[in-house]
């Protein structure tokens, strides 16, 4: 304990403490950290579980902070033992060790046999009451390596790492991968479901507000997990109608030469060998359905913003973007490249 001293354990340091100051700065550089480490918690935030957009994220963060409070008390008091334990003045013959097991087995195993008891009865409550609902309009997810197709059966629409949802109405969503284990968390709607190879899983989302709600792969799937994001987007139902009708339309055909060059590219250099783009004859599934790709919010599942120079930089090699996905890079000459991207971004 002799190298002991308050300001080892302070987070900032600008010079050396008086010596009898240095609790004090102590106190005050936590107090510091804590009004920064929290600050993050204020206003909308984009993937949380503390702001919750749902009845059932709701009900999540309610179980989380209430599970947060009490083991913040027990917390405050077993540190307040501690330091009793230490600083408190000892009599020269006070009791022998083993002297105190009635409060070893009330403090060490009966309350936390109590206090976990409460948390399963309390999460198991939760869980039951968040059973899917059958009647609702269903949406297809599948998991691959490291992106979503989410398809809509009745209307044949058909997208990649996004799912459109009408406000205020809740969504049936049959899921199942294709490859590994993937697993979907849209923390401000809901909690977590896995995606198995061969068993569909049947969940549901809804969100009480519009907005665009990020989710993330939570199951660890390869080199690339980190960047298999998910956006959910909540429009107000007749916004929801229109985007529907609209997405069930095959593209416009190309209106110009260099769209229809970039058309032309898009089969002479094989995209078509994995991607589909309704109505043109492209119809593989191994990539992202390429249909209205020029609206998406991003590309790669989340790792960038869809643009036309990120555009052009995952065609020309997205290995570098994100290595290890399975698309390979296409070396093709800049005007082609050009015309490609033009008529990818038409794609709305
Ligand atoms: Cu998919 Cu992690």
Known sequence: MKNWNWSSIS?????????????????LNYLFAGVLIFS???????????????????????????????CSFIFVVVIGLLFWGIFAPRKPQSSPPGGSTGFVVAGGIIMPAIVLTGFLIYSLKVVVSQRPDQAAETIRVTGFQWWWDVHYPVSGVRTANEIYIPAGRKVRLE??????????WIPNLHGKIDLLPEKTNVWHIRADRPGIYRGQCAEFCGLQHALMAIYVVALPEDQYERWKAQRQE????????ELQKGQRAFFAYGCNNCHAIRGTGATARVGPDLTHIGSRLSLGAGTLTNT?????????????????????????????????????????
């Not at 490859?179 to 979907?184: E, G, K, T």
């Open 11 to 27: 987070f900032i340091r600008l010079k050396p403490f008086p010596e009898n100051h240095k609790m004090r700065y102590a106190a």
């Open 40 to 70: 993050g918690c204020t206003g909308e935030r984009l993937q949380s579980a503390l702001h919750p957009a749902a009845p059932e994220a709701q009900q999540i963060a309610r179980l989380w902070w209430v599970m947060f409070c009490v």
């Open 175 to 184: 899921l199942i991968a294709a490859d590994v284990v993937h697993s979907l």
């Open 250 to 257: 095959p593209p416009l055909t190309p209106a110009n030469s």
């Open 308 to 348: 036309v120079g990120t555009l052009g930089g995952w065609i020309g090699n997205p290995q570098v973007l994100k290595p290890g996905n399975h698309m390979p890079a296409t070396l093709l000459p800049p005007d082609d490249l050009h015309a490609l991207v033009a008529y990818l971004r038409s794609l709305e």
